[in-house]
Each structure stands twice: as structure tokens, then as C-alpha cells.
T-cell receptor, first 115, second 109 residues
Framework: DAGVTQSPTHLIKTRGQQVTLRCSPKSGHDTVSWYQQALGQGPQFIFQYYEEEERQRGNFPDRFSGHQFPNYSSELNVNALLLGDSALYLC??????????????FGPGTRLLVL | GNSVTQMEGPVTLSEEAFLTINCTYTATGYPSLFWYVQYPGEGLQLLLKATKADDKGSNKGFEATYRKETTSFHLEKGSVQVSDSAVYFCALGGYKLSFGAGTTVTVRA
């Protein structure tokens, strides 16, 4: 049973650039959520995708956007990168709206460094 | 809104010692509660969960009980091993997970 996968594992960008991170959910899951984890902190919710639409959003600016594809995989895009965007970006999948099951399963993350 | 307050670390223990990490929460409704573990350089792994009051979650020797009266979900393990060294996160469920700040645990041989 394939778990959540993310790519790339590491990324280095410079300020002002744009980045795209990718996520494939656990087999059978239809909902993808993205979290940002700054060094030494707990993950913070960015947004959640279900049925190819953004359903919930955390307190992040519009520079953060996403997409969900018909196969349930997802992308996170960040425009106009700032130094403060350096973090571990975690993707999590679940069956929450469908089943009411709140458990989310996480991928290994993409570590983004903005110089 | 929903929030989690987690015991600050770091915590350093000897092998076979007893581990407790305190977690309290504020929530509307009765969301599920979770403990996740993060090993160095990795993502989060689900350690255990409880979906309603008085439920006890358990896994790999770790236990936590969903206490509505004290709004707590403390993590315990009776005898830790070096391999338990990691960062532990308490989280509140719902459409999103609300995490505590994490507690770093180091177990010495």
C-alpha cells in the first residue's frame, strides 16, 4: 500500500522566484492538505483540496496557491518567495469529507530553502 | 478556535525510564485527538489517536487517554528506548489538524 509521496525532497530558490511542490496521496484517499513547518515549530495548515477545489484555507497569503488533479494528486505553488518561506512543506491525505474520518497521513515533506 | 498547548522540552531521559508528555486542548465540539512523531529529517508519523472522550489510544508501548473533564491527552510510555528519541506532536482534529509546538525527547543509553 503506497503511502503519501512528495517531490522534490529538497529545493533551493532565491527571493522573488516561484516554486511548485507535488504530492500524491495515500492509495484510496481523496483529500489533500498542505502544511508549513518552520524550524522548531509545529506544522501550520495552509489549505485543503477535495474534489479538485480548495475547501478550507489557513492564515496564508494569496502567494500560496494550489491545485488538485482528477487522480487526487496535488500541487502547492508559492509565488514571490520570501526568506520567511523557508520551511518543511508537508502534504497529508485523508478521507475526511467523504467518511468523517479525521486521521491524516503525512508524506516525508519537501524542504525549501530561500536565499 | 481550536488550539493545543504542549509541554515544552527538551526532555532527556535514560533508557527504561518513564516518559510523560503533557498536552491540553481548547476545542469547539468533540474532535479527535492525535499524537504524531517526527524523527530527524523525516515527515510526521501517526503514533496513536482517540476519537471520543475516555477513549485510550495505544501503539508501540505508548498510551494516551482522551480526558474531556480535564481537556487533556497526555502521552505516556512506561520504559523508553534510545529509538524513541524524536519530536512528539499533540494535535487536535477536524477538517484540519491543529498542532502543538512539539516536544523533543532524547533517550540516552
Amino acid at each position: 500500500d503506497a503511502g503519501v509521496t512528495q517531490s522534490p525532497t529538497h529545493l533551493i530558490k532565491t527571493r522573488g522566484q516561484q516554486v511548485t511542490l507535488r504530492c500524491s496521496p495515500k492509495s484510496g484517499h481523496d483529500t489533500v492538505s498542505w502544511y508549513q513547518q518552520a524550524l522548531g515549530q509545529g506544522p501550520q495548515f495552509i489549505f485543503q483540496y477535495y474534489e479538485e477545489e480548495e475547501r478550507q484555507r489557513g492564515n496564508f497569503p494569496d502567494r500560496f496557491s494550489g491545485h488538485q488533479f482528477p487522480n487526487y494528486s496535488s500541487e502547492l505553488n508559492v509565488n514571490a518567495l520570501l526568506l520567511g518561506d523557508s520551511a518543511l512543506y508537508l502534504c497529508a491525505s485523508s478521507l475526511y469529507p467523504t467518511s468523517g474520518e479525521e486521521t491524516q497521513y503525512f508524506g516525508p515533506g519537501t524542504r525549501l530553502l530561500v536565499l | 478556535g481550536n488550539s493545543v498547548t504542549q509541554m515544552e522540552g527538551p526532555v532527556t531521559l535514560s533508557e527504561e525510564a518513564f516518559l510523560t508528555i503533557n498536552c491540553t486542548y481548547t476545542a469547539t465540539g468533540y474532535p479527535s485527538l492525535f499524537w504524531y512523531v517526527q524523527y530527524p529529517g523525516e515527515g510526521l508519523q501517526l503514533l496513536l489517536k482517540a476519537t471520543k472522550a475516555d477513549d485510550k489510544g495505544s501503539n508501540k508501548g505508548f498510551e494516551a487517554t482522551y480526558r474531556k473533564e480535564t481537556t487533556s491527552f497526555h502521552l505516556e510510555k512506561g520504559s523508553v528506548q534510545v529509538s524513541d528519541s524524536a519530536v512528539y506532536f499533540c494535535a487536535l482534529g477536524g477538517y484540519k489538524l491543529s498542532f502543538g509546538a512539539g516536544t523533543t525527547v532524547t533517550v540516552r543509553a
